[in-house]
Structure formats: structure tokens, C-alpha cells
């Protein structure tokens, strides 16, 4: 039997199957007079006229209407249409505990306790309801946000009476099954009076919980063998192997618990599941410190899901605050080192880290503040407490970015809405310190001293400011090196003393030591992001995605000894200086990356967020500077490589052949198809020397022609007449202009101000322009008109960079910077304003934002272009006692 969608089944309506087993399939479907979605389990057509599974299958109705517990799946309602025997059953989002522990190994130890506790407490509530499962089993276990569910009682049989031991239980199913089915069950979690044809009782799914609770924490069955017979005989006759051989951080505890269970006596066994949920539960308040003092091999607890983000952390938590008590002696030499221990966070529930991963780990250890939102939606900083079984939101921190903290871990410091503020970890609103019109989650930075000063970068460019921990004026605290061409002081941190201070100066990615009460200034080395001190002598740093440790003397400013590398890559982005990690006062080191860090991929994505096609490219390299040709069937790319910058490369989509348009020691980027797609504009950077612009056949043949003499194109207008270029001007910043190809009048500015517009593109008729600027202290997208009577309309409703067009004019996408999430605003050439509706989230990819140009582009058909996807963007690593790796060397 399969039910069609929109199958009607009395009030319910069919929406989609979600799976089969050898009774009958279950189908997601809605209640249309509640208007909630559910469950719907139905038997198969063929075994419809079998009595006996008739039987089985109007038994897990009877048992599960028995039951009425959070960790058991609820039954709703029962039926009888058309020949079809169905029933009605919460719809559980999330996965069986079979398919979590193939996909992803086992447990954390904090989950196993978890879980196990609360299908024990199914179980229980079960016993006493006087019903036995008999076939608890992973396969029979659903992992949701909430918890564990316990479900499929279809094999389940009802005791004389709710008996608090199985001991005393008597079979009330029918005598016929047993003699069919000779074993009822799964052999791998049948007790050992089941394989024996003994009757089954409260003990025997106390057995079947044992194994569970064993493959939990190894991933491994608790009994195999190659044939049904040898199986049995291992059930029967042998024991695991002692769960401590397999999993090194195991509780002695754990292993008692599961021990018992699997005894093979039912008298030797615990006696009721109530007994199993109060030894768990004792274990779960004693297991932290029995699991941070374990030496050996580092433990990676893997918690991919973002749904289930309590994985591992419990645990983890525990060990984290015992590393900040008991962390500074990884600094100081010992004969004895601890081990290193790492393990992972996922983001909250329906939320996605940002792109840039931003994250601040406190300097006492205990807290983690980092930066995720669902897709479409601002992001916001949220705080993980270490002795916290979740993160939680910080209201008041929508659109924050580059998290820092107090010295006393008691406040943390971010930039929002174009202001510098502070909140409590405590709890409370956020307080303005000062104004701070830095644009984008990544660019900036800021460093807090003892004696309540705070060091922060305001804007995009130009020097360090102060002020107080309690607010005022900023002051300035550094000042630009002009025989070094600085153009921007970024991401300061503190040294001891709390009056010098290092900071990464760019462009060229020198890290500079400075101090509060002195013009003194002196280079360290160089490094791709921001430098991060951690006491007593470690500098931190990123070199070509990589975290890099040199010793570093903060009494003398001096490195002492090489680099090293700490471990996988990180996120970064040399341009600005941000890198995704961090490090406390006290071994602890969070970071954010894996494969993929370093590179990144095009791939089509159509309207309902779904990738329809990865584009061929040679390499895992950093695509930016997307274009599209008007056809939509090459692709140009500025493919960058640090430290040269980069060129252009094009790719014919139809052959999937890439190959390199620019070939020179120029940095070349920007493309930008002539609207034939004949030739293609871009900028050419030599040396120190400003961007210029120029043009050169698409097939790559001839000479390049300059165009323009300082510049970089954004946008060749449909009728091949104007061409819209930015350049960057002392006085006011970067600036839009609109050029005619012919030469025969000036360029026109298109807003001149102090504040940055980029990213122009002229409508399909020629009539408007839309483009980016941060006029509004936070990047928006606005549209103007180009004809003499002028006009205006900021699209954008949020943050908004890099507009493009529609071929047919009807939509503007751009991608909005707190979260990198591809909007969609409604237009209408034919109106004006031609602003015809408020914008609506397409998807948020893992697409990274640069300086080089747009991200995205849009193809004849409406699917969109993204470039530099990473693969890797779900997870942030923790590192506990990091410094014992370098002991250990």
C-alpha cells in the first residue's frame, strides 16, 4: 500500500511518507481540524487480513493509549477507512538513535546519561502500566530537541497487573504469536530467558536497555556474532567488553550500571527501570569530574546536528570549569602534564553560526559568546555558560558584532547600530559607551584593561580610539605610520602590564606593539589576522589560515624562539584581520573552521534554497568578484591568492572548463561583462599604486585597453553607453560614479559624501541605478533614479550589501551583512518609485563576504550564483588545556 498526497484518512490529510517497516508504513500528515501535523501509521494492505499482526497492530494502539509520558510517543487518535487500519501519533522531528550513532559515532557521556535516564523513565512508566515493550532497540529510540521519545510498541504485552517486579508478571498475549514468530524481537537486545522462550518480562526490556545504553557510549552492539546461532550463544553465555576498554572517559559508574542490566540471570538484574533512572541520575550529578581527570588520548565528542547542540556539552561544561580552576598550571612546568581534550558546539536550534564565525571565549574560561541567527533573520550574540545546559540569547544584541570581554569576565563589550556597548552577563540591557560606526561583523575590534579602559577601532579605516569602561569620548590612541602607508589599525588585545597594548596595522598585516601613555611604537612580525595574547608568554596569530603560537616576552616586546602551528584552519580573512578563534586567561582555545576554511566553491541555487548544481573549478581557491555573462553560460572570477592579490579566471559552464583570462603580476579583479558579453572590464592593481580600469576581449586575445585611470568597474549599463565604476577619495571615502563609454562628457557622482557607496548596477532599462552605502551608520541598499527629476528609495530593511538585478527588472537581491542571507525586494520599472514591496529571505548560504566584490549574481532564469561557499561553517572547536600539547612536544 502507498498512500498518495492529499490522501484523506477521516480528518487528516496525507502530506508525505516518512518511512516503512514490516508492518506497515508511516506517513506524515496534517489535522485539519486542529490544524496541527502528525503521525500516521498505517498496516500494510497485504497484511491487513492477517489476524494475528492485526492483533499486534491493535495492541500498540491499546498499549500506547495506556501511556501518558513526555518520553513516550503520544497516540492521538486510532481509525478504520476503506479497508485501511491506521493510527494517529505525535509527529517527532529529529532521528532515530540507530541512524545517530551510524552517522556520527557515540554519545557523549553527559548524552548517554541523558538519554538513557529518560527511556528508563519511559520504561518505568511503562512497567508500571503493566505493559512490556519487547523490542526496545536504537531503531525504536527518536532523538528530538526535547529529548529522547521511546516508540513502536507493536510487539509490547500487558502484565496481570502493574507489578513493581517483572519477576511476577504473566503473559496476557495471545498464546499463537510466540509459536509464529517463535522469538519476538530484536536478537541483538533480546534477553538471554527470551532466546530460551521464557516469557518476557519487566527485567528482560531492562536487559534490552543495558545494550542500548552500551551502544550509546561505544557505538558498538553489546553482543555480535557472524550467524543467528553464534549471536545467541554470545547473549546467552558471554559479556561485552568492559565499557572502559572501549571508551577511555567512561565512569567506573556507567559501567556498573550497564553491567547489571546485561546481567544474564533476570534475578541478578535491576529489578524495575525506576532502579536504572535513580542510578543514572546519581551518576549524571558525579560523572564531570571523573571524566576531566582522565589522562590519555585527546576526546573529540562530535555534535554535528544543530538540533540536538546539547551533545556534549554537559559534560564538557564540567570539564571546562575544572580547567579554569585548575588551568594555569598547564603554563607552569610540571613533570606531570594534563592531557589536551577537545570536542565541538553546534549552533542553537534553528539557528546558524554567521558566516565569519565570531566568538569570544571569557578570560576566566567559563563563558563563550559567538554570533548565530536563523536564516532571514538578524543574528545576535548569544552566551554559553559553561555549568549552563544550553546557550541562551542576549536580548538587545541583534546586529552585534566582535564580541569582547571585561577583564573580570562580567561584562561583554560589542558593536551595534553604529554604537560601542556593553551588557552583564548577569542579565540586563545593553548600555551605549560611545559611537561606533564600524560597518560588517568582522571589522573592528576591541581590547578591555584592568583599569576600565578599552581600546576599539570605531570605523573602517583610521586609528585606535579609547575610551572608559563606563562610557565618554573616544580619544585617540594611535596614529598612522605614513612611511608604512597605514591605512587602518585594527583588532588591539592587552598586555600584562594594561598599558601596552598590540594591534594588527593594514594593509600589509603587521602586528604593531603600542602603549596608552607614549607615542612609542614598534613592529613584531607578520601575520595574516589579529595577534591574541595569552598569558604568561604565547602570542597568537594566523598565518595562511593556520593558528600560529610564538613565545613572545611582553617586558621586553620580544618574540622568542619560531612559530608553531596549534592545529586545522581556521576562518580568516586577511583583508580585515578577523580570524575565527579565541583564547582565555586559563587553556582554553575555541575556534571555528575545519575543511574548507581555506577556500571556497560556486554553486547554483534556485528559489527554494536548494543547491542544483556545484560549478566546476579548478582547486579549492577564494572566488571573488562574481560575474556572470549576460548569456549566463561563462562565468568571471577574481581568484584570490595571498600575498599577490590574484586574477581573473573564466569558466565555460557548458564544458565546465576553467581557464585564466589575466596573466600578469598585477592583482586584477572586478570583472564586468560588456552587455554582449564580448569583452570584459576589470581593475588592475601594480604595486602601491591605485586601481585602474580596463577592458579586453572576452576570448582572452588582444590587448587590454585602460578606460579609466583610477577606478574599479561595478557595472556596464544595457545599452554598452556608461559604465559605473567606485574610486576612493581622501576627503570622502569611496565613492559611485557613472561614466559614458564615448568619452564625450564627465563621470557623474552618484552620492559624494563622507561614507561609502559601492557595488552600483544600472537597471535593465537604464533608468535607475541601485547600489550600497552606509550614509545610515550600517550598510543599506538604495535605488536612484538617473533621469533629471532625480529620486531616491532605500530598499534595504536591515543591513544590506551588493545589489543586483533581475534580467527583467521585476527583483533586486542583495545579501545582508549581519548574516550573510540572501534577500529578494519585489520591483516595478514601470513605477516610481519603482520600490514595489518590502524584501523576503531567499537563504542564508555559508558564503563569506569580502572587500572584492560581489558574492552573488543572478542567471536569465532567476537562480542565483554564490561564490565562496565553505563547506565548513556548522561547528565551533573547544579546546581544553591546549598549552599540555606544547609540554607534550
Not at 501535523?37 to 491499546?62: M, N, Q, Y
Request: aromatic fraction near 8%; hydrophobic fraction near 40%.
Amino acid at each position: 500500500m502507498s498512500l498518495q498526497t492529499g490522501t484523506r484518512l477521516g480528518p487528516y490529510e496525507i502530506l508525505a511518507p516518512l518511512g516503512a517497516g514490516g508492518m506497515g508504513e508511516v506517513y506524515k500528515a496534517t489535522d485539519t481540524r486542529l490544524d496541527r501535523t502528525v503521525a500516521i501509521k498505517v498496516l500494510s494492505g497485504h497484511l491487513a487480513g492477517d489476524p494475528e499482526l492485526r492483533e499486534r497492530f491493535d495492541r500498540e494502539a491499546r498499549a500506547i493509549s495506556a501511556l501518558n509520558h513526555p518520553n513516550i510517543c503520544a497516540l492521538f487518535d486510532v481509525g478504520h477507512q476503506d479497508g485501511i487500519d491506521y493510527l494517529v501519533m505525535e509527529h517527532l522531528e529529529g532521528e532515530s538513535l540507530a541512524k545517530r550513532l551510524e552517522e556520527k559515532g557515540p554519545l557523549a557521556i553527559a548524552d548517554v546519561l541523558r538519554y538513557g535516564t529518560e527511556v528508563a523513565s519511559a520504561l518505568d512508566k511503562a512497567h508500571r502500566a503493566g505493559i512490556i515493550h519487547r523490542d526496545l532497540k536504537p531503531g525504536n529510540i527518536v532523538i528530538t530537541k526535547g529529548g529522547a521519545k521511546l516508540l513502536d510498541f507493536g510487539l509490547a504485552k500487558r502484565q496481570a497487573a502493574a507489578a513493581a517486579s517483572g519477576a511476577t508478571a504473566l503473559a496476557t498475549a495471545p498464546p499463537n504469536l510466540t509459536v509464529r514468530g517463535s522469538i519476538l524481537g530484536t536478537f541483538q537486545y533480546m534477553a538471554p530467558e527470551q532466546l530460551e522462550g521464557a516469557d518476557a518480562d519487566a527485567r528482560s526490556d531492562i536487559f534490552a536497555l543495558g545494550a542500548v545504553l552500551y551502544e550509546m557510549a561505544t557505538a558498538n552492539k553489546a553482543f555480535e556474532g557472524r550467524t543467528q546461532a553464534s549471536l545467541i550463544a554470545a547473549i546467552i553465555d558471554r559479556d561485552p567488553p568492559p565499557l572502559t576498554t572501549v571508551v577511555s572517559v567512561a565512569p567506573t559508574g556507567l559501567e556498573r550500571v550497564i553491567k547489571v542490566a546485561l546481567a544474564k540471570d533476570p534475578d541478578d538484574r535491576w529489578q524495575t527501570a525506576r532502579d536504572v533512572v535513580r542510578e543514572l541520575r546519581e551518576l549524571s550529578a558525579t560523572v564531570a569530574p571523573t571524566v576531566s581527570s582522565v589522562a590519555g588520548s585527546p576526546v573529540v565528542i562530535h555534535t554535528r546536528s544543530r538540533t540536538r547542540e546539547y551533545v556534549a556539552w554537559s559534560v564538557a561544561a564540567a570539564a571546562l570549569l575544572a580547567a579554569a580552576i585548575l588551568g594555569w598550571r598547564a603554563f607552569t612546568p610540571r613533570a606531570e602534564v594534563a592531557s589536551v581534550t577537545r570536542f565541538t558546539l553546534s549552533a542553537p536550534p534553528k539557528t546558524d553560526f554567521v558566516t565569519n564565525t565570531i566568538l569570544s571565549v571569557s578570560p576566566n574560561g567559563r563563558f563563550i559568546v559567538f554570533n548565530a541567527g536563523p536564516a532571514g533573520e538578524p543574528s545576535k550574540l548569544w552566551l554559553r555558560t559553561m555549568d549552563a545546559p544550553e546557550s541562551v540569547p542576549m536580548a538587545g544584541t541583534e546586529n552585534a558584532g566582535i564580541p569582547f570581554w571585561s577583564p573580570d569576565s562580567r561584562y561583554i563589550g560589542f558593536f551595534g547600530d553604529g554604537k560601542l556597548k556593553k551588557i552583564p552577563v548577569a542579565g540586563g540591557p545593553p548600555q551605549v559607551l560611545c559611537d561606533a560606526p564600524v560597518q560588517g561583523p568582522s571589522r573592528g575590534g576591541a581590547a578591555w584593561n584592568r583599569n576600565d579602559i578599552i581600546v576599539f577601532q570605531p570605523t573602517n579605516d583610521g586609528p585606535l580610539f579609547r575610551v572608559s569602561g563606563a562610557g565618554g569620548t573616544p580619544t585617540r590612541v594611535t596614529k598612522l605610520d605614513e612611511s608604512a602607508k597605514d591605512v587602518v589599525h585594527r583588532y588591539p588585545t592587552f598586555l600584562p602590564d594594561d598599558k601596552h597594548f598590540l594591534y594588527v596595522a593594514q594593509p600589509g598585516g603587521r602586528i604593531v606593539a603600542a602603549s596608552l601613555d607614549s607615542e612609542e611604537r614598534k613592529q613584531i612580525l607578520q601575520a595574516d589576522s589579529k595577534p591574541v595574547f595569552v598569558p604568561p608568554n604565547h602570542l597568537l596569530f594566523v598565518r595562511q589560515n593556520v593558528v600560529m603560537r610564538q613565545a613572545f616576552e611582553p617586558a621586553t616586546l620580544q618574540l622568542e624562539g619560531d612559530a608553531v602551528p596549534l592545529g586545522q584552519p581556521v576562518r580568516a580573512n586577511p583583508t580585515f584581520g578577523s580570524a575565527a578563534f579565541s583564547a582565555s586567561n586559563n587553556g582554553v582555545f575555541v575556534f571555528g573552521g575545519g575543511v574548507g576554511a581555506t577556500g571556497g566553491r560556486l554553486e547554483w541555487f534556485n528559489r527554494e534554497n536548494a543547491g542544483t548544481s556545484a560549478v566546476a573549478l579548478d582547486g579549492n581557491f577564494d572566488y571573488r568578484g562574481l560575474a556572470l555573462s549576460p548569456n549566463g553560460r561563462r562565468v568571471a572570477a577574481h581568484r584570490h591568492e595571498e600575498p599577490a592579490g590574484g586574477g581573473l579566471w573564466v569558466t565555460d559552464l557548458d564544458r565546465s572548463a576553467t581557464s585564466r583570462f589575466t596573466i600578469s603580476d598585477a592583482h586584477e579583479a572586478d570583472p564586468v561583462w560588456s552587455p554582449d558579453g564580448t569583452r570584459l572590464a576589470y581593475s588592475s592593481t601594480v604595486g602601491d599604486q591605485p586601481p585602474a580600469i580596463y577592458v579586453k576581449a572576452a576570448d582572452g586575445t588582444g590587448l587590454a585597453q585602460q578606460i579609466v585611470k583610477v577606478g574599479r568597474p561595478v557595472d556596464w549599463s544595457a545599452d554598452g553607453k556608461w559604465l559605473a565604476y567606485t574610486a576612493n577619495d581622501p576627503k570622502t571615502g569611496q565613492d559611485l560614479f557613472v561614466a559614458p563609454l564615448n568619452g564625450d562628457s564627465k563621470p557623474k557622482v552618484i552620492g559624494q559624501t563622507t561614507f561609502a557607496e559601492g557595488a552600483g548596477q544600472f537597471s535593465p532599462d537604464g533608468r535607475y541605478i541601485a547600489y550600497h552605502s552606509n550614509q545610515s551608520q550600517r550598510f543599506e541598499v538604495y535605488v536612484e533614479s538617473l533621469g533629471p527629476d532625480g529620486g531616491r528609495w532605500q530598499v534595504s530593511t536591515g543591513t544590506g550589501l551588493y545589489p543586483r538585478w533581475r534580467r527583467d527588472g521585476s527583483e533586486l537581491t542583495y545579501i545582508t551583512t549581519s548574516d550573510s542571507t540572501v534577500m529578494a525586494a519585489p520591483m516595478n520599472l514601470r513605477m516610481n518609485p519603482p520600490v514595489s514591496g518590502a524584501p523576503r529571505p531567499l537563504f542564508r548560504p555559508r558564503i563569506a563576504i569580502t572587500a572584492f566584490g560581489f558574492a552573488h549574481a543572478v542567471g536569465p532564469d532567476g537562480r542565483v550564483l554564490l561564490a565562496n561557499l565553505h563547506d565548513s561553517n556548522s561547528n565551533l572547536t573547544v579546546v581544553l588545556n591546549w598549552t599540555a600539547a606544547l609540554a607534550n612536544k
